[in-house]
T-cell receptor, first 115, second 111 residues
Framework: AQKITQTQPGMFVQEKEAVTLDCTYD???????LFWYKQPSSGEMIFLIY??????QNATEGRYSLNFQKARKSANLVISASQLGDSAMYFC????????????FGTGTRLTIIP | DAGVTQSPTHLIKTRGQHVTLRCSPI?????VSWYQQVLGQGPQFIFQ???????GRGNFPDRFSARQFPNYSSELNVNALLLGDSALYLC??????????FGEGSRLTVL
């Protein structure tokens, strides 16, 4: 079974500052992928970044980077130079590379950017 | 290009009724997945269909069923609605084992 833990229910960050959203995971699968999604109030889940379990380097996508520490089973999302539009719910998720496309999500972190 | 579209966007039902939710995937995507997101929680996997065949099922009762049509659109059906079925139902499509693209969801309220 897979499990995602997000321990920060809510965070407040000053505009233009960097922010780190925590995510730890648990799985017995040898090969898996880790994802971060942003969910604004509209409800749509917006894909931000992906990290494969065998990727040697941490993933980056523009202002988003994923701090992947495999031994600690953590996959923290770092947002640099935060903007007001970054205010949303953020979900960490994982998927086994074997079988179907099931994503297992955490409970999310509500990020609020303060002007 | 159109993204994943879901209908209806909002609906209200009473306990015991039946509901059908619809999803049109991105053009060219043959895989469709359904998720239930209860308020304050992360989405929970319900079903995945690929090429009209069920490829995965989450831990949901038999009141939940789904199907995929030849044009790869999909329906999620829920029978004998309970108050606890109130949630945002999200549909996602992909090229299979690739990135999942989500729709904006159907928000179901059961009274």
């Amino acid at each position: 079974a897979q499990k995602i833990t997000q321990t920060q229910p809510g965070m407040f960050v000053q505009e233009k500052e960097a922010v780190t959203l925590d995510c730890t995971y648990d799985t017995s699968d040898p090969s898996y992928g880790l994802f971060w999604y942003k969910q604004p109030s509209s409800g749509e889940m917006i894909f931000l970044i992906y990290q494969g379990s065998y990727d040697q380097q941490n993933a980056t996508e523009g202002r988003y980077s994923l701090n992947f520490q495999k031994a600690r089973k953590s996959a923290n999302l770092v947002i640099s130079a935060s903007q007001l539009g970054d205010s949303a719910m953020y979900f960490c998720a994982m998927r086994s590379n074997f079988g179907n496309e099931k994503l297992t999500f955490g409970t999310g972190t509500r990020l609020t950017i303060i002007p | 290009d159109a993204g994943v579209t879901q209908s209806p966007t909002h609906l209200i039902k009473t306990r015991g009724q039946h509901v059908t939710l619809r999803c049109s995937p991105i053009s060219g995507h043959k895989s469709v997945s359904w998720y239930q997101q209860v308020l304050g929680q992360g989405p929970q996997f319900i079903f995945q269909y690929y090429e009209k065949e069920e490829r995965g099922r989450g831990n949901f009762p038999d009141r939940f069923s789904a199907r995929q049509f030849p044009n790869y659109s999909s329906e999620l059906n829920v029978n004998a609605l309970l108050l606890g079925d109130s949630a945002l139902y999200l549909c996602a499509s992909s090229l299979y084992t690739g990135e999942l693209f989500f729709g904006e969801g159907s928000r179901l309220t059961v009274l």
